[in-house]
């Protein structure tokens, strides 16, 4: 019912900036609370931001201040401008939207976009 397409990912030095997207397909996408969330090898998956339909923000200790997401309803898009990237940051990113209701609760996942920090 719901399709996500991360994209954006790539390498970049420490300091530096990238922009990730995320693209939604499905009637509820503008209407349910979408998050980035990433994993590193070795490591667990950890939530990184969330934004709510309404446009409300929440972000991981790890990434405040430096990390910004952003929705576009219009476009059916979800930003993470990611700036002052350290090697930390290096993980595969992965879109979620959550479908919320008073019966119902359920993810759905995109595929992931490798986003590598190094010099």
């Known amino acids: 019912q719901v399709q996500l397409v991360e994209s954006g990912g790539g390498l970049v030095q420490p300091g530096g900036s990238l922009r990730l997207s995320c693209a939604g397909s499905?009637?509820?996408?503008?209407?349910?609370?979408v998050g980035w969330h990433r994993q590193a090898p070795g490591k667990e998956r950890e939530l990184v931001a969330t934004?709510?339909?309404?446009?409300?923000?929440n972000y991981a200790d790890s990434v405040k201040g430096r990390f910004v997401i952003s929705r576009d309803n219009t476009k059916n898009t979800v930003n993470l401008q990611m700036s002052s990237l350290k090697p930390e940051d290096t993980a595969v990113y992965y879109c979620?939207?959550?479908?919320?209701?008073?019966?119902?609760?359920?993810?759905?996942w995109g595929q992931g976009t490798q986003v590598t920090v190094s010099s």
């Open positions: 979620k939207l959550t479908e919320v209701t008073w019966s119902l609760h359920r993810d759905y």
């Open positions: 499905g009637s509820i996408f503008s209407t349910n609370t």
């Open positions: 934004i709510s339909s309404g446009g409300s923000t």
